[in-house]
C-alpha cells in the first residue's frame, strides 16, 4: 500500500481547505481510509474516517461539525473537506489506511501516506 498525501497549505481562520490522498499498490475499497494529524508538541489526533463502501464515517470530537470526508473508487483517492479552519487546527496531516477486516472503533491504522503541512494564522 501507498499513500501519497496532497493539498496542505497556509490559510487564515475560517478558511477551507482539501486535503487529497491517492493509494496505489491494493485494491482500493478493501480499505478503510482516514486522516490524522499531529501538531508540534503534540501526540497524534485522530480525524476522520471512512469506511471501504463509503458509507460509514467517524469523526473526531474537535472537526466533526467543520471537516468532512469522502472517498472517490474511480480516483483511488479519498479526500478531507475542512471548513471554519482555526488556528488550533494547525498540524501535519497524515492520510491513513488500514483492512476492512482490522478496523475497530479504536481507529488504529497500519499503512501511512507521508504528511502534508496544514498552518492557519492570521
Known amino acids: 500500500v501507498q499513500l501519497q498525501a496532497s493539498g496542505g497549505g497556509s490559510v487564515h481562520p475560517g478558511d477551507s481547505l482539501t486535503l487529497s490522498c491517492t493509494m496505489s499498490?491494493?485494491?482500493?475499497?478493501?480499505?478503510?481510509m482516514g486522516w490524522f494529524r499531529q501538531a508540534p508538541g503534540k501526540e497524534r489526533e485522530f480525524v476522520a474516517d471512512?469506511?471501504?463502501?463509503?458509507?460509514?464515517?467517524y469523526y473526531g470530537d474537535a472537526v466533526k461539525d467543520r471537516f468532512s470526508i469522502s472517498r472517490d473508487p474511480a480516483k483511488n483517492t479519498v479526500n478531507l473537506y475542512m471548513n471554519g479552519l482555526k488556528p488550533e487546527d494547525t498540524a501535519v496531516y497524515y492520510c491513513?489506511?488500514?483492512?476492512?477486516?482490522?478496523?475497530?472503533?479504536?481507529?488504529?491504522?497500519?499503512?501511512w501516506g507521508q504528511g502534508t503541512q496544514v498552518t492557519v494564522s492570521s
Open positions: 491513513a489506511a488500514v483492512l476492512r477486516g482490522k478496523w475497530t472503533y479504536r481507529h488504529e491504522f497500519d499503512h
Open positions: 499498490g491494493s485494491p482500493f475499497s478493501s480499505y478503510v
Open positions: 471512512i469506511s471501504g463502501s463509503g458509507t460509514s464515517t
